[in-house]
């Protein structure tokens, strides 16, 4: 069982904490932001609350969860060792960065936790693969090693699609409220929808996405005139257009010159 430690323990913390909850680990968490990190010790009896410094000297693997601008002013001034696995999800921050501000830790990795990771069943795409992360999130959650650095990136791209889809899932579901007259029905109606389609997927076989979208594309039906709809209103192209505007951002090459 692992000695862990977070440093920022804020929103996705928060959500791996509990995913590590219950499984023997000892978890201390650095006491910014104060109210979560005393409400994860009161809740979970192996979880404490201690100062920066503090996680790190009574740690051995340490995730950084922190937003970049407060990561490049604190990381610099802790006293990582040797031996530290340290685990970062701050999107932003080059591995070089994390090198320089981690040292003399060598075990070091990012990974792009989401919230669900709380129950499990995440994807965690991660550059270089780490030994740490494995031993504590693989028999709950998929673990995809990255060869290089570009293409954990653009993993960080492609996650955030999770709300542009949200989005018109509300609005679907706001839509079928406003005829049906009930939103709780109608937001049920529309998880279940895209639950059952989902889970009928086969993650890792090819072709998923283009197979299920055959079977919903009977001539002139439902399915086929809306997603027309969607392409002549440029709504593939949003899509494009909005993740290759993280290129810059994310250090990915321009638009069809990729080596990952
Ligand atoms: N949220 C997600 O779904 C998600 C997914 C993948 C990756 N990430 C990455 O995770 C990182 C954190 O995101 P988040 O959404 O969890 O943000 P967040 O909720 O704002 O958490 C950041 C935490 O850092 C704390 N903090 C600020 N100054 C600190 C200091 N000097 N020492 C220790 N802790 C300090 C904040 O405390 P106060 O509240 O007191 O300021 C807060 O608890 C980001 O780099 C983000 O890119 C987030």
Not at 142 to 166: C, D, G, K, R, Y
Not at 232 to 239: H, S, Y
Request: hydrophobic share 45%; proline share 5%.
């Amino acid at each position: 069982m692992a000695q862990i430690g977070f440093i920022g323990t804020g929103e996705i913390a928060t959500a791996m904490v509990r995913g590590l909850t219950g499984k023997g680990h000892r978890i201390l968490v650095s006491e910014r932001n104060a109210e979560t990190a005393r409400g994860l010790a009161a809740e979970f009896g192996e979880v404490s609350v201690g100062p920066n410094q503090d996680v790190l000297d009574n740690s051995d693997i340490v995730f950084l969860c922190l937003l970049k601008s407060v990561a490049e002013s604190v990381l610099p001034g802790l006293r990582f060792r040797p031996d530290h696995s340290v685990v970062s999800v701050m999107v932003d921050v080059t591995y070089g960065a994390l090198r320089d501000w981690c040292a003399p830790a060598r075990d070091i990795c990012t990974t792009i936790p989401l919230p669900f990771i709380a129950e499990g069943n995440c994807p965690l795409p991660v550059f270089p693969e780490s030994q740490a992360l494995a031993s504590l999130f693989a028999a709950d959650n998929l673990i995809l090693p990255q060869s290089t650095e570009q293409a954990l990136n653009a993993h960080f791209a492609a996650s955030a699609m999770a709300s542009a889809v949200m989005t018109q899932m509300r609005e679907a579901s706001g839509w079928l409220a406003g005829e049906t007259g009930n939103e709780t029905a109608a937001e049920a109606y529309m998880i279940a929808l895209f639950s059952g389609i989902f889970n009928g997927l086969d993650a890792g076989k090819p072709d998923q996405f283009e197979g299920a979208l055959q079977s919903l594309s009977t001539e002139g039906g439902l399915n086929a005139t809306l997603r027309a709809k969607f392409e002549q209103g440029g709504v593939l192209d949003l899509v494009q257009d909005g993740l290759d505007g993280f290129r810059g951002r994310l250090g990915l090459p321009p638009s069809g010159n990729s080596d990952s």
